[in-house]
C-alpha cells in the first residue's frame, strides 16, 4: 500500500513538474562551507529559503541538498559567522565563504556616559541584554535578575506582592539596614528602586561591579552600579506588538506543620495537656476540630500582564511606546493582598540637524497596593499564623457557642463577624501567642497608591568627527497616598488587642531634578585610539510626608466612612511628620581610554562629588574617587595567532582595576550635628516639687564624620573557545569598605546617649566564574550558561569598639545578631547546641569559656546569613519553531534562624516526631518543657542549614510558522507555558530560604511570605 502510494505521489509530482515552467526545475545542490582562513565550518546550516528543506555541513564542511528549485535562495548560518543569503541560479556546486560575526565581538556595553566596545572593557561589567529577560514573567525585574550574573545576589524581602527585591553586588558593605544597595541608573537618570520596571522594555542592564567601572559615580557607588538602558525604536518598518500572560500562584513553601492529634501530643510531652485537653475534646458537627490554617490562610491567587506597544524608525528619528496593566492578585485567602500597576514607557530620537539629535525616556505608571500584616513580626502576622495557629481550634465559631471556646468575655465590639450569626475564632489559651489568620486579615485594612512620573530630554551634538556632546535632564516626581484603617479586635490571650480603632492617611511627594552635562572625544594617534570624556552633574532632590490620624469616626463599620474627613467632633487627631527634608548634590567627573592594536588597553576615570549640608559639614563635604585598569590581549599578538589554531582557542583577555568609591547612603538627617531635646522635668525647688521645661543634647556633634569608602582591586580574565562557542570569564576582587558609620555611646559626663563615627572596616573577597556554550547544528540551537561566586565576608576592625547589638528577637527580650571583629557582618550568636543527656532528655550547650557552668558568657558564633557562593545557570534550546528555557539560581554555606519556634504555637512536625519525647536517645532535639525552651530557642538547635537551589523558570514555547501568520497580517505568533518557582531544593525546614531580610536582621526567619510558584501561559503577538 505505502509503494502504490509513493509511487502515485511521484508520477503526480513529476506530471506537475513538467507542466511548471523550467525556472522551477528540481535539481540536487552541493557544496563546502570554508570562514575566511579557509578552514571548513563544521554544523553549518544550509536551507532553501522560505522551506524546511536543508541540511548540516560534515565534517569536511560539505553539504548536499536535493530538489532545489532552479531559482531558489539558499540561507547559509552558522553561530560565530555572519549569515548569507544566495540565488542558486540554476547552479550545481555552490562554495560558501562565510565572514566571522564581528558583532558578537564587538558588542558594546554601557560603562557610564559612554559606551565601550566589549573587547575594550577593562573592568569587571556584567551584560545582561534584553533576549534574556523577554520571556521572564516576574511582577519586578529584580526577580529577572535572580542567576544571572556572577556577584550579583538579589535577596527576596518577601514574596507579598508589590514588596520587590534588594540587590548586593559583590557582598554586605555597610552595617547600615539598606545602605549596601547599589546606585540605580535608569537611561543616565538617578532612581531609588528598580522594582517598577517592566522587563518588556528593557534594553540591556550592566552591572559594574569593581570600582574602576563604577568610580565615574563616585560617592554613590561604593556598593556597584546598575545600569538600566530602556528600548529605542530601530528603523524600518514600524511593528505593533502585544504580550499577555496569566498566572496561577501557590504557595510553594514546603514547610509541614502538626496536625491536631500530633500538636495535643507534643502539649501533653511538654506539660501542657490540662491546657489542651478540653478544646481537644470539644466538638464541632460532631467531630474534633483539625483545622489545616495552612490550607485555610492561601488560595490560588492570579497575575495578569498585559502589554500592548508600537516601535519603528527612520533615518531622521524613532520611536519606541508600551503601556503595560498588571495585576498580581496575591496567593493569601481574600482579596487584601495584590499589587495592581498600569505603566508607560515612551522613548523618542529625531534628528533636526546632521549635528543634533533631541531624543526623550519617559516613564508613567500608577500603583494599588494592598497589604495584609505579614512580615517580620512575631506575633501580628498574617503569614506566620497560617504556620502556628494551634490546629485545635476552629476557623469560625457561633454566637450561642462562644463561652464553650473561651469567648464570652470578649467584648462585642472587638469580635469579628464571619457571616450572619459567627464570629471568626479566636485563640483563648492562656498559653498562646498567636492571632488566627481571618482575624489577621480583617482587623485592618492597609492600602498605599501612587504616582511617578519620570524621565530625561537629551540634546546630542556632534559639531565635527569624533565629538559628541550632551546636556540632558532629567526629573523623577511621584507622590502617594497611605489608608490604614485598624478596627476593635480580639487578637488573643497573650497578643495585642484593641478596644478603638484607629484610622491614619499619610500624603506624600518626592521630587528629584537632575542636570548633566558631558563630552566624549574619540581622536586617533597613530595606531592608538583614546577617547577622552569631562563633565558634571547636579541632582536636587525634595520629599514632604504629611499624616493625621484620628480614633473615631461618625461611622465606624462602613469602608465609605474610613477617611479624616469623618472624624467626629470629640475625635483625638495626632498629626505626623509636615517637615519637607531637601538635599543637593554636585559633581564633576573625567575618564580617559587607550587602546592601542587591539592588544593593550587603559582606562583612567576621576569623580569629584559635594553635598550639601543634610549629609556633611561644610569642612568634610567634598570626595575624591579616582580609578584605573588595563588590560592585554595576547589572543591579538602574533606569538599567539601563529602558534595557537583558533578553531580551538580563539580570545584571551586579562585584566586589572583598582579604584575607590563612595557610599553616602548612610548619610541623612544631619547626622554630624548635635540634636536638642525639650522635656518637662520635675525639680524640688525651695521645698516645692516645680515642673521645669529642660533642653538637653541627646546627639553630640563630629563635624570630622565623612563617607563610607571602598577601596578595590579586581584581576580577571576572558576566554573564549571553538570560534567564539565557548566562553569563560574569570574574576578575583577584593574590596575593603572602611569608614563605617556607627552610632556608639559618649561619656556619661556629656549628658548625650549618642554619636556618629567613622569606625572599622569590612572585606569582602571572592572569585566569580562564567560559563558558557553556544552552537547550532542544523535547526537546532542551544546554549548553556553557568555562573558561580564565591564570597568571604569579615569585620576586620571596628575601631575599638568591641561587640555592637544588633536585631533583637522574642519580643525585643532577646539579641540575636552582632557586630564584632573577627566575624562576619551581623553573624548569629547564641548557646552552642550539643544534643541531650540520653536519659533524661535534658539539653546540653557547650561551656565555650570553660567555667563549669553555662550562661550568658558562653554565648558563641552559630551562624551567618551570608553565602559561602551563589550561582546561577541558564539553558535555552530551540528546534525550528519550538523553544525552551531553564533558569535557575541558588547559594550555599547560609543559615537561617527559625527564631518563630516556640512550643506554645503549632510548629513543624520534625519538632515532635524528631523529638525526644517521640524518638527518645536517637532524637534531634531534646525534651524541653514550657518553662526551659527559651534557651533552645536562643541556641544553634534552631538554626539550620538555608542552602538552596531554585528553578526559577521552565518555559516552553511555540512560534507558528510565518507562512500561516502572513496570511492574518500578523509577522509573528508565539505561544508559551511557564512553570515558576515550582521546585526548590533544600534541607531548610522554614517557609522559604530564598526570604532574606536586610542589616542585622538578615538571617531572622520569623516566618514572611513566601515566593509563590507559578503556573503561566501566554502569548506574544508582533504585527
Not at 137 to 157: C, F, P, R, Y
Request: charged content about 20%.
Amino acid at each position: 500500500m505505502i509503494k502504490k502510494f509513493y509511487l502515485a505521489t511521484t508520477l503526480l509530482l513529476a506530471m506537475v513538474a513538467m507542466m511548471l515552467p523550467s525556472a522551477y526545475a528540481q535539481q540536487k545542490l552541493s557544496g563546502k562551507v570554508t570562514d575566511q582562513a579557509n578552514q571548513v565550518v563544521i554544523g553549518a546550516a544550509v536551507m532553501v529559503a522560505g522551506t524546511t528543506n536543508g541540511a548540516v555541513t560534515e565534517a569536511d564542511g560539505t553539504y548536499t541538498l536535493n530538489n532545489v528549485p532552479a531559482n531558489a535562495k539558499i540561507e547559509v548560518s552558522c553561530l560565530g559567522y555572519q549569515t548569507q543569503t544566495i540565488e542558486v541560479g540554476g547552479r550545481a556546486v555552490i562554495n560558501v565563504v562565510l565572514a566571522e560575526d564581528t558583532q558578537m565581538v564587538e558588542e558594546t556595553v554601557v560603562i557610564g556616559y559612554a559606551v565601550q566596545k566589549k573587547s575594550d572593557v577593562t573592568g569587571a561589567v556584567a551584560s545582561i541584554k534584553s533576549e534574556e529577560l523577554q520571556n521572564r514573567i516576574t511582577e519586578d525585574l529584580g526577580h529577572a535578575l535572580m542567576g544571572k550574573a556572577a556577584g550579583v545576589q538579589v535577596l527576596s524581602v518577601s514574596g507579598a506582592p508589590g514588596e520587590g527585591t534588594s540587590i548586593r553586588v559583590r557582598g554586605f558593605s555597610s552595617n547600615s539596614s539598606g545602605a549596601s544597595d547599589p546606585l540605580y541608573i535608569v537611561d543616565g537618570m538617578k532612581v531609588g528602586n528598580i522594582n517598577n520596571i517592566d522587563t518588556h522594555n528593557i534594553e540591556s542592564i550592566e552591572v559594574l561591579k569593581d570600582a574602576a567601572s563604577a568610580a565615574i559615580y563616585g560617592a554613590e557607588a561604593g556598593n556597584g552600579v546598575v545600569l538600566i538602558t530602556t528600548k529605542q525604536g530601530k528603523s524600518g518598518d514600524g511593528k505593533i506588538f502585544f504580550n499577555a500572560s496569566v498566572g496561577f500562584q501557590n504557595n510553594a513553601s514546603g514547610i509541614d506543620v502538626m496536625n491536631a492529634e500530633e500538636f495535643v501530643k507534643f502539649q501533653e510531652a511538654i506539660g501542657r495537656g490540662s491546657s489542651v485537653a478540653t478544646w481537644y475534646t470539644n466538638l464541632v458537627d460532631g467531630k474534633k476540630v483539625d483545622t489545616d490554617w495552612v490550607n485555610e490562610s492561601f488560595e490560588t491567587g492570579i497575575m495578569q500582564r498585559y502589554t500592548v506597544g508600537a516601535q519603528g524608525g527612520n533615518d531622521k528619528g524613532s520611536y519606541y511606546a508600551a503601556i503595560t496593566y498588571l495585576d498580581n492578585d496575591g496567593m493569601l485567602h481574600g482579596n487584601k493582598d495584590y499589587m495592581k500597576r498600569l505603566s508607560g514607557q515612551f522613548n523618542a530620537s529625531y534628528k533636526v540637524k546632521p549635528w543634533l539629535q533631541l531624543q526623550n525616556n519617559i516613564t508613567v505608571d500608577h500603583t494599588d497596593r494592598g497589604t495584609v500584616s505579614m512580615n517580620h513580626v512575631e506575633q501580628g502576622n498574617a503569614v506566620a499564623s497560617a504556620y502556628q495557629t494551634v490546629p485545635i481550634l476552629p476557623t469560625e465559631v457561633a454566637a450561642t457557642d462562644l463561652e464553650r471556646w473561651g469567648m464570652a468575655t470578649i467584648p462585642t465590639s472587638q469580635l469579628i463577624e464571619s457571616r450572619p450569626g459567627y464570629y471568626w475564632a479566636a485563640e483563648c489559651l492562656t498559653f498562646s501567642e498567636m492571632t488566627p489568620y481571618y482575624i489577621n486579615r480583617e482587623r485592618e485594612t492597609n492600602r498605599t497608591q501612587g504616582d511617578a512620573f519620570r524621565g530625561v530630554f537629551s540634546g546630542i551634538l556632534t559639531p565635527f568627527k569624533g565629538f559628541t556632546f550632551t546636556s540632558r535632564f532629567g526629573f523623577d516626581f511621584s507622590d502617594s497616598e497611605y489608608n490604614y484603617y485598624l478596627r476593635p479586635f480580639w487578637g488573643g490571650a497573650q497578643v495585642n488587642s484593641s478596644t478603638t480603632m484607629s484610622l491614619t492617611e499619610t500624603t506624600s511627594r518626592y521630587w528629584t531634578l537632575q542636570w548633566e552635562n558631558f563630552a566624549n572625544y574619540n581622536f586617533k594617534i597613530g595606531a592608538s585610539d583614546f577617547t577622552a570624556m569631562a563633565g558634571m552633574s547636579y541632582r536636587q532632590y525634595y520629599g514632604l510626608t504629611t499624616g493625621v490620624n484620628v480614633n473615631h469616626l461618625t461611622n465606624e463599620t462602613d469602608p465609605v466612612y474610613r477617611y479624616v474627613s469623618n472624624a467626629t467632633a470629640a475625635a483625638a487627631k495626632t498629626i505626623q511628620g509636615g517637615t519637607p527634608s531637601e538635599s543637593a548634590q554636585i559633581g564633576y567627573f573625567g575618564r580617559i581610554t587607550w587602546a592601542y592594536k587591539g592588544r593593550y588597553n587603559a582606562q583612567v576615570n576621576f569623580r569629584a562629588d559635594a553635598f550639601d549640608s543634610s549629609k556633611l559639614s561644610t569642612k568634610n563635604r567634598w570626595g575624591y574617587f579616582p580609578s584605573a585598569s588595563i588590560g592585554w590581549t595576547p589572543s591579538n599578538e602574533n606569538f599567539f595567532k601563529d602558534n595557537i589554531n583558533p578553531e580551538v582557542w580563539s580570545y584571551f583577555k586579562i585584566r586589572a582595576s583598582y579604584g575607590k568609591n563612595g557610599n553616602v547612603n548612610v548619610l541623612s538627617g544631619y547626622p554630624y550635628a548635635a540634636t536638642l531635646y525639650s522635656a518637662s522635668k520635675t525639680y524640688p525647688i525651695d521645698g516645692v516639687q516645680t515642673n521645669s521645661q529642660e533642653l538637653y543634647n541627646t546627639r553630640l556633634p563630629n563635624e570630622g564624620l565623612t563617607w563610607e569608602e571602598s577601596k578595590q582591586l579586581d584581576l580577571g580574565i576572558d576566554l573564549r573557545f571553538f570560534r567564539d562557542r565557548l566562553s569563560a570569564t574569570v574574576d578575583y576582587y577584593n574590596k575593603a569598605t572602611d569608614n563605617l558609620l556607627v552610632s556608639v555611646a559618649p561619656p556619661r559626663i556629656t549628658g548625650a546617649s549618642s554619636v556618629y563615627k567613622n569606625l572599622g572596616l569590612i572585606r569582602n573577597t571572592g572569585l566569580e566564574f562564567e560559563l558558557s556554550w553556544k552552537d547550532q547544528i542544523g535547526d537546532f540551537s542551544y546554549s548553556i550558561a553557568a555562573n558561580l561566586a564565591t564570597l568571604k565576608n569579615m569585620v576586620e576592625d571596628l575601631g575599638g569598639l568591641g561587640r555592637q547589638s544588633g536585631a533583637t528577637i522574642h519580643s525585643s527580650s532577646l539579641t540575636a545578631t552582632y557586630l564584632e571583629e573577627g566575624m562576619p557582618l551581623w553573624y548569629m550568636r547564641g548557646y552552642v547546641y550539643e544534643g541531650f543527656d540520653p536519659q533524661t532528655g535534658e539539653a546540653k550547650y557547650k561551656d565555650v569559656n570553660g567555667n563549669g557552668m553555662v550562661d550568658a558568657d558562653d554565648k558563641d558564633f552559630i551562624g551567618s546569613a551570608i553565602p559561602d557562593f551563589t550561582y546561577g545557570l541558564t539553558i535555552n534550546l530551540a528546534w525550528k519553531n519550538l523553544d525552551f528555557s531553564v533558569v535557575g539560581s541558588g547559594q550555599q554555606g547560609s543559615e537561617m534562624w527559625l527564631v518563630s519556634y516556640r512550643p506554645n504555637r503549632n510548629q513543624i512536625k520534625e519538632y515532635w516526631y524528631d523529638s525526644y519525647y517521640a524518638k527518645g536517645a536517637n532524637a534531634k532535639y531534646p525534651a524541653y518543657t514550657a518553662d526551659s525552651w527559651e534557651r533552645f530557642l536562643m541556641s544553634s538547635g534552631c538554626v539550620y542549614d538555608a542552602s538552596y537551589f531554585k528553578v526559577k523558570q521552565i518555559q516552553l514555547g511555540y512560534t507558528l510558522p510565518s507562512k500561516w501568520t502572513k496570511k492574518i497580517a500578523v509577522s509573528q505568533l508565539r505561544f508559551f507555558a511557564s512553570l515558576d518557582n515550582y521546585f526548590t531544593f533544600t534541607k531548610y525546614p522554614g517557609p522559604d530560604p530564598e526570604i532574606v531580610r536586610n542589616g542585622s536582621q538578615m538571617g531572622l526567619d520569623q516566618v514572611s511570605f513566601p515566593v509563590a510558584k507559578n503556573a503561566t501561559i501566554g502569548v506574544n503577538v508582533t504585527f
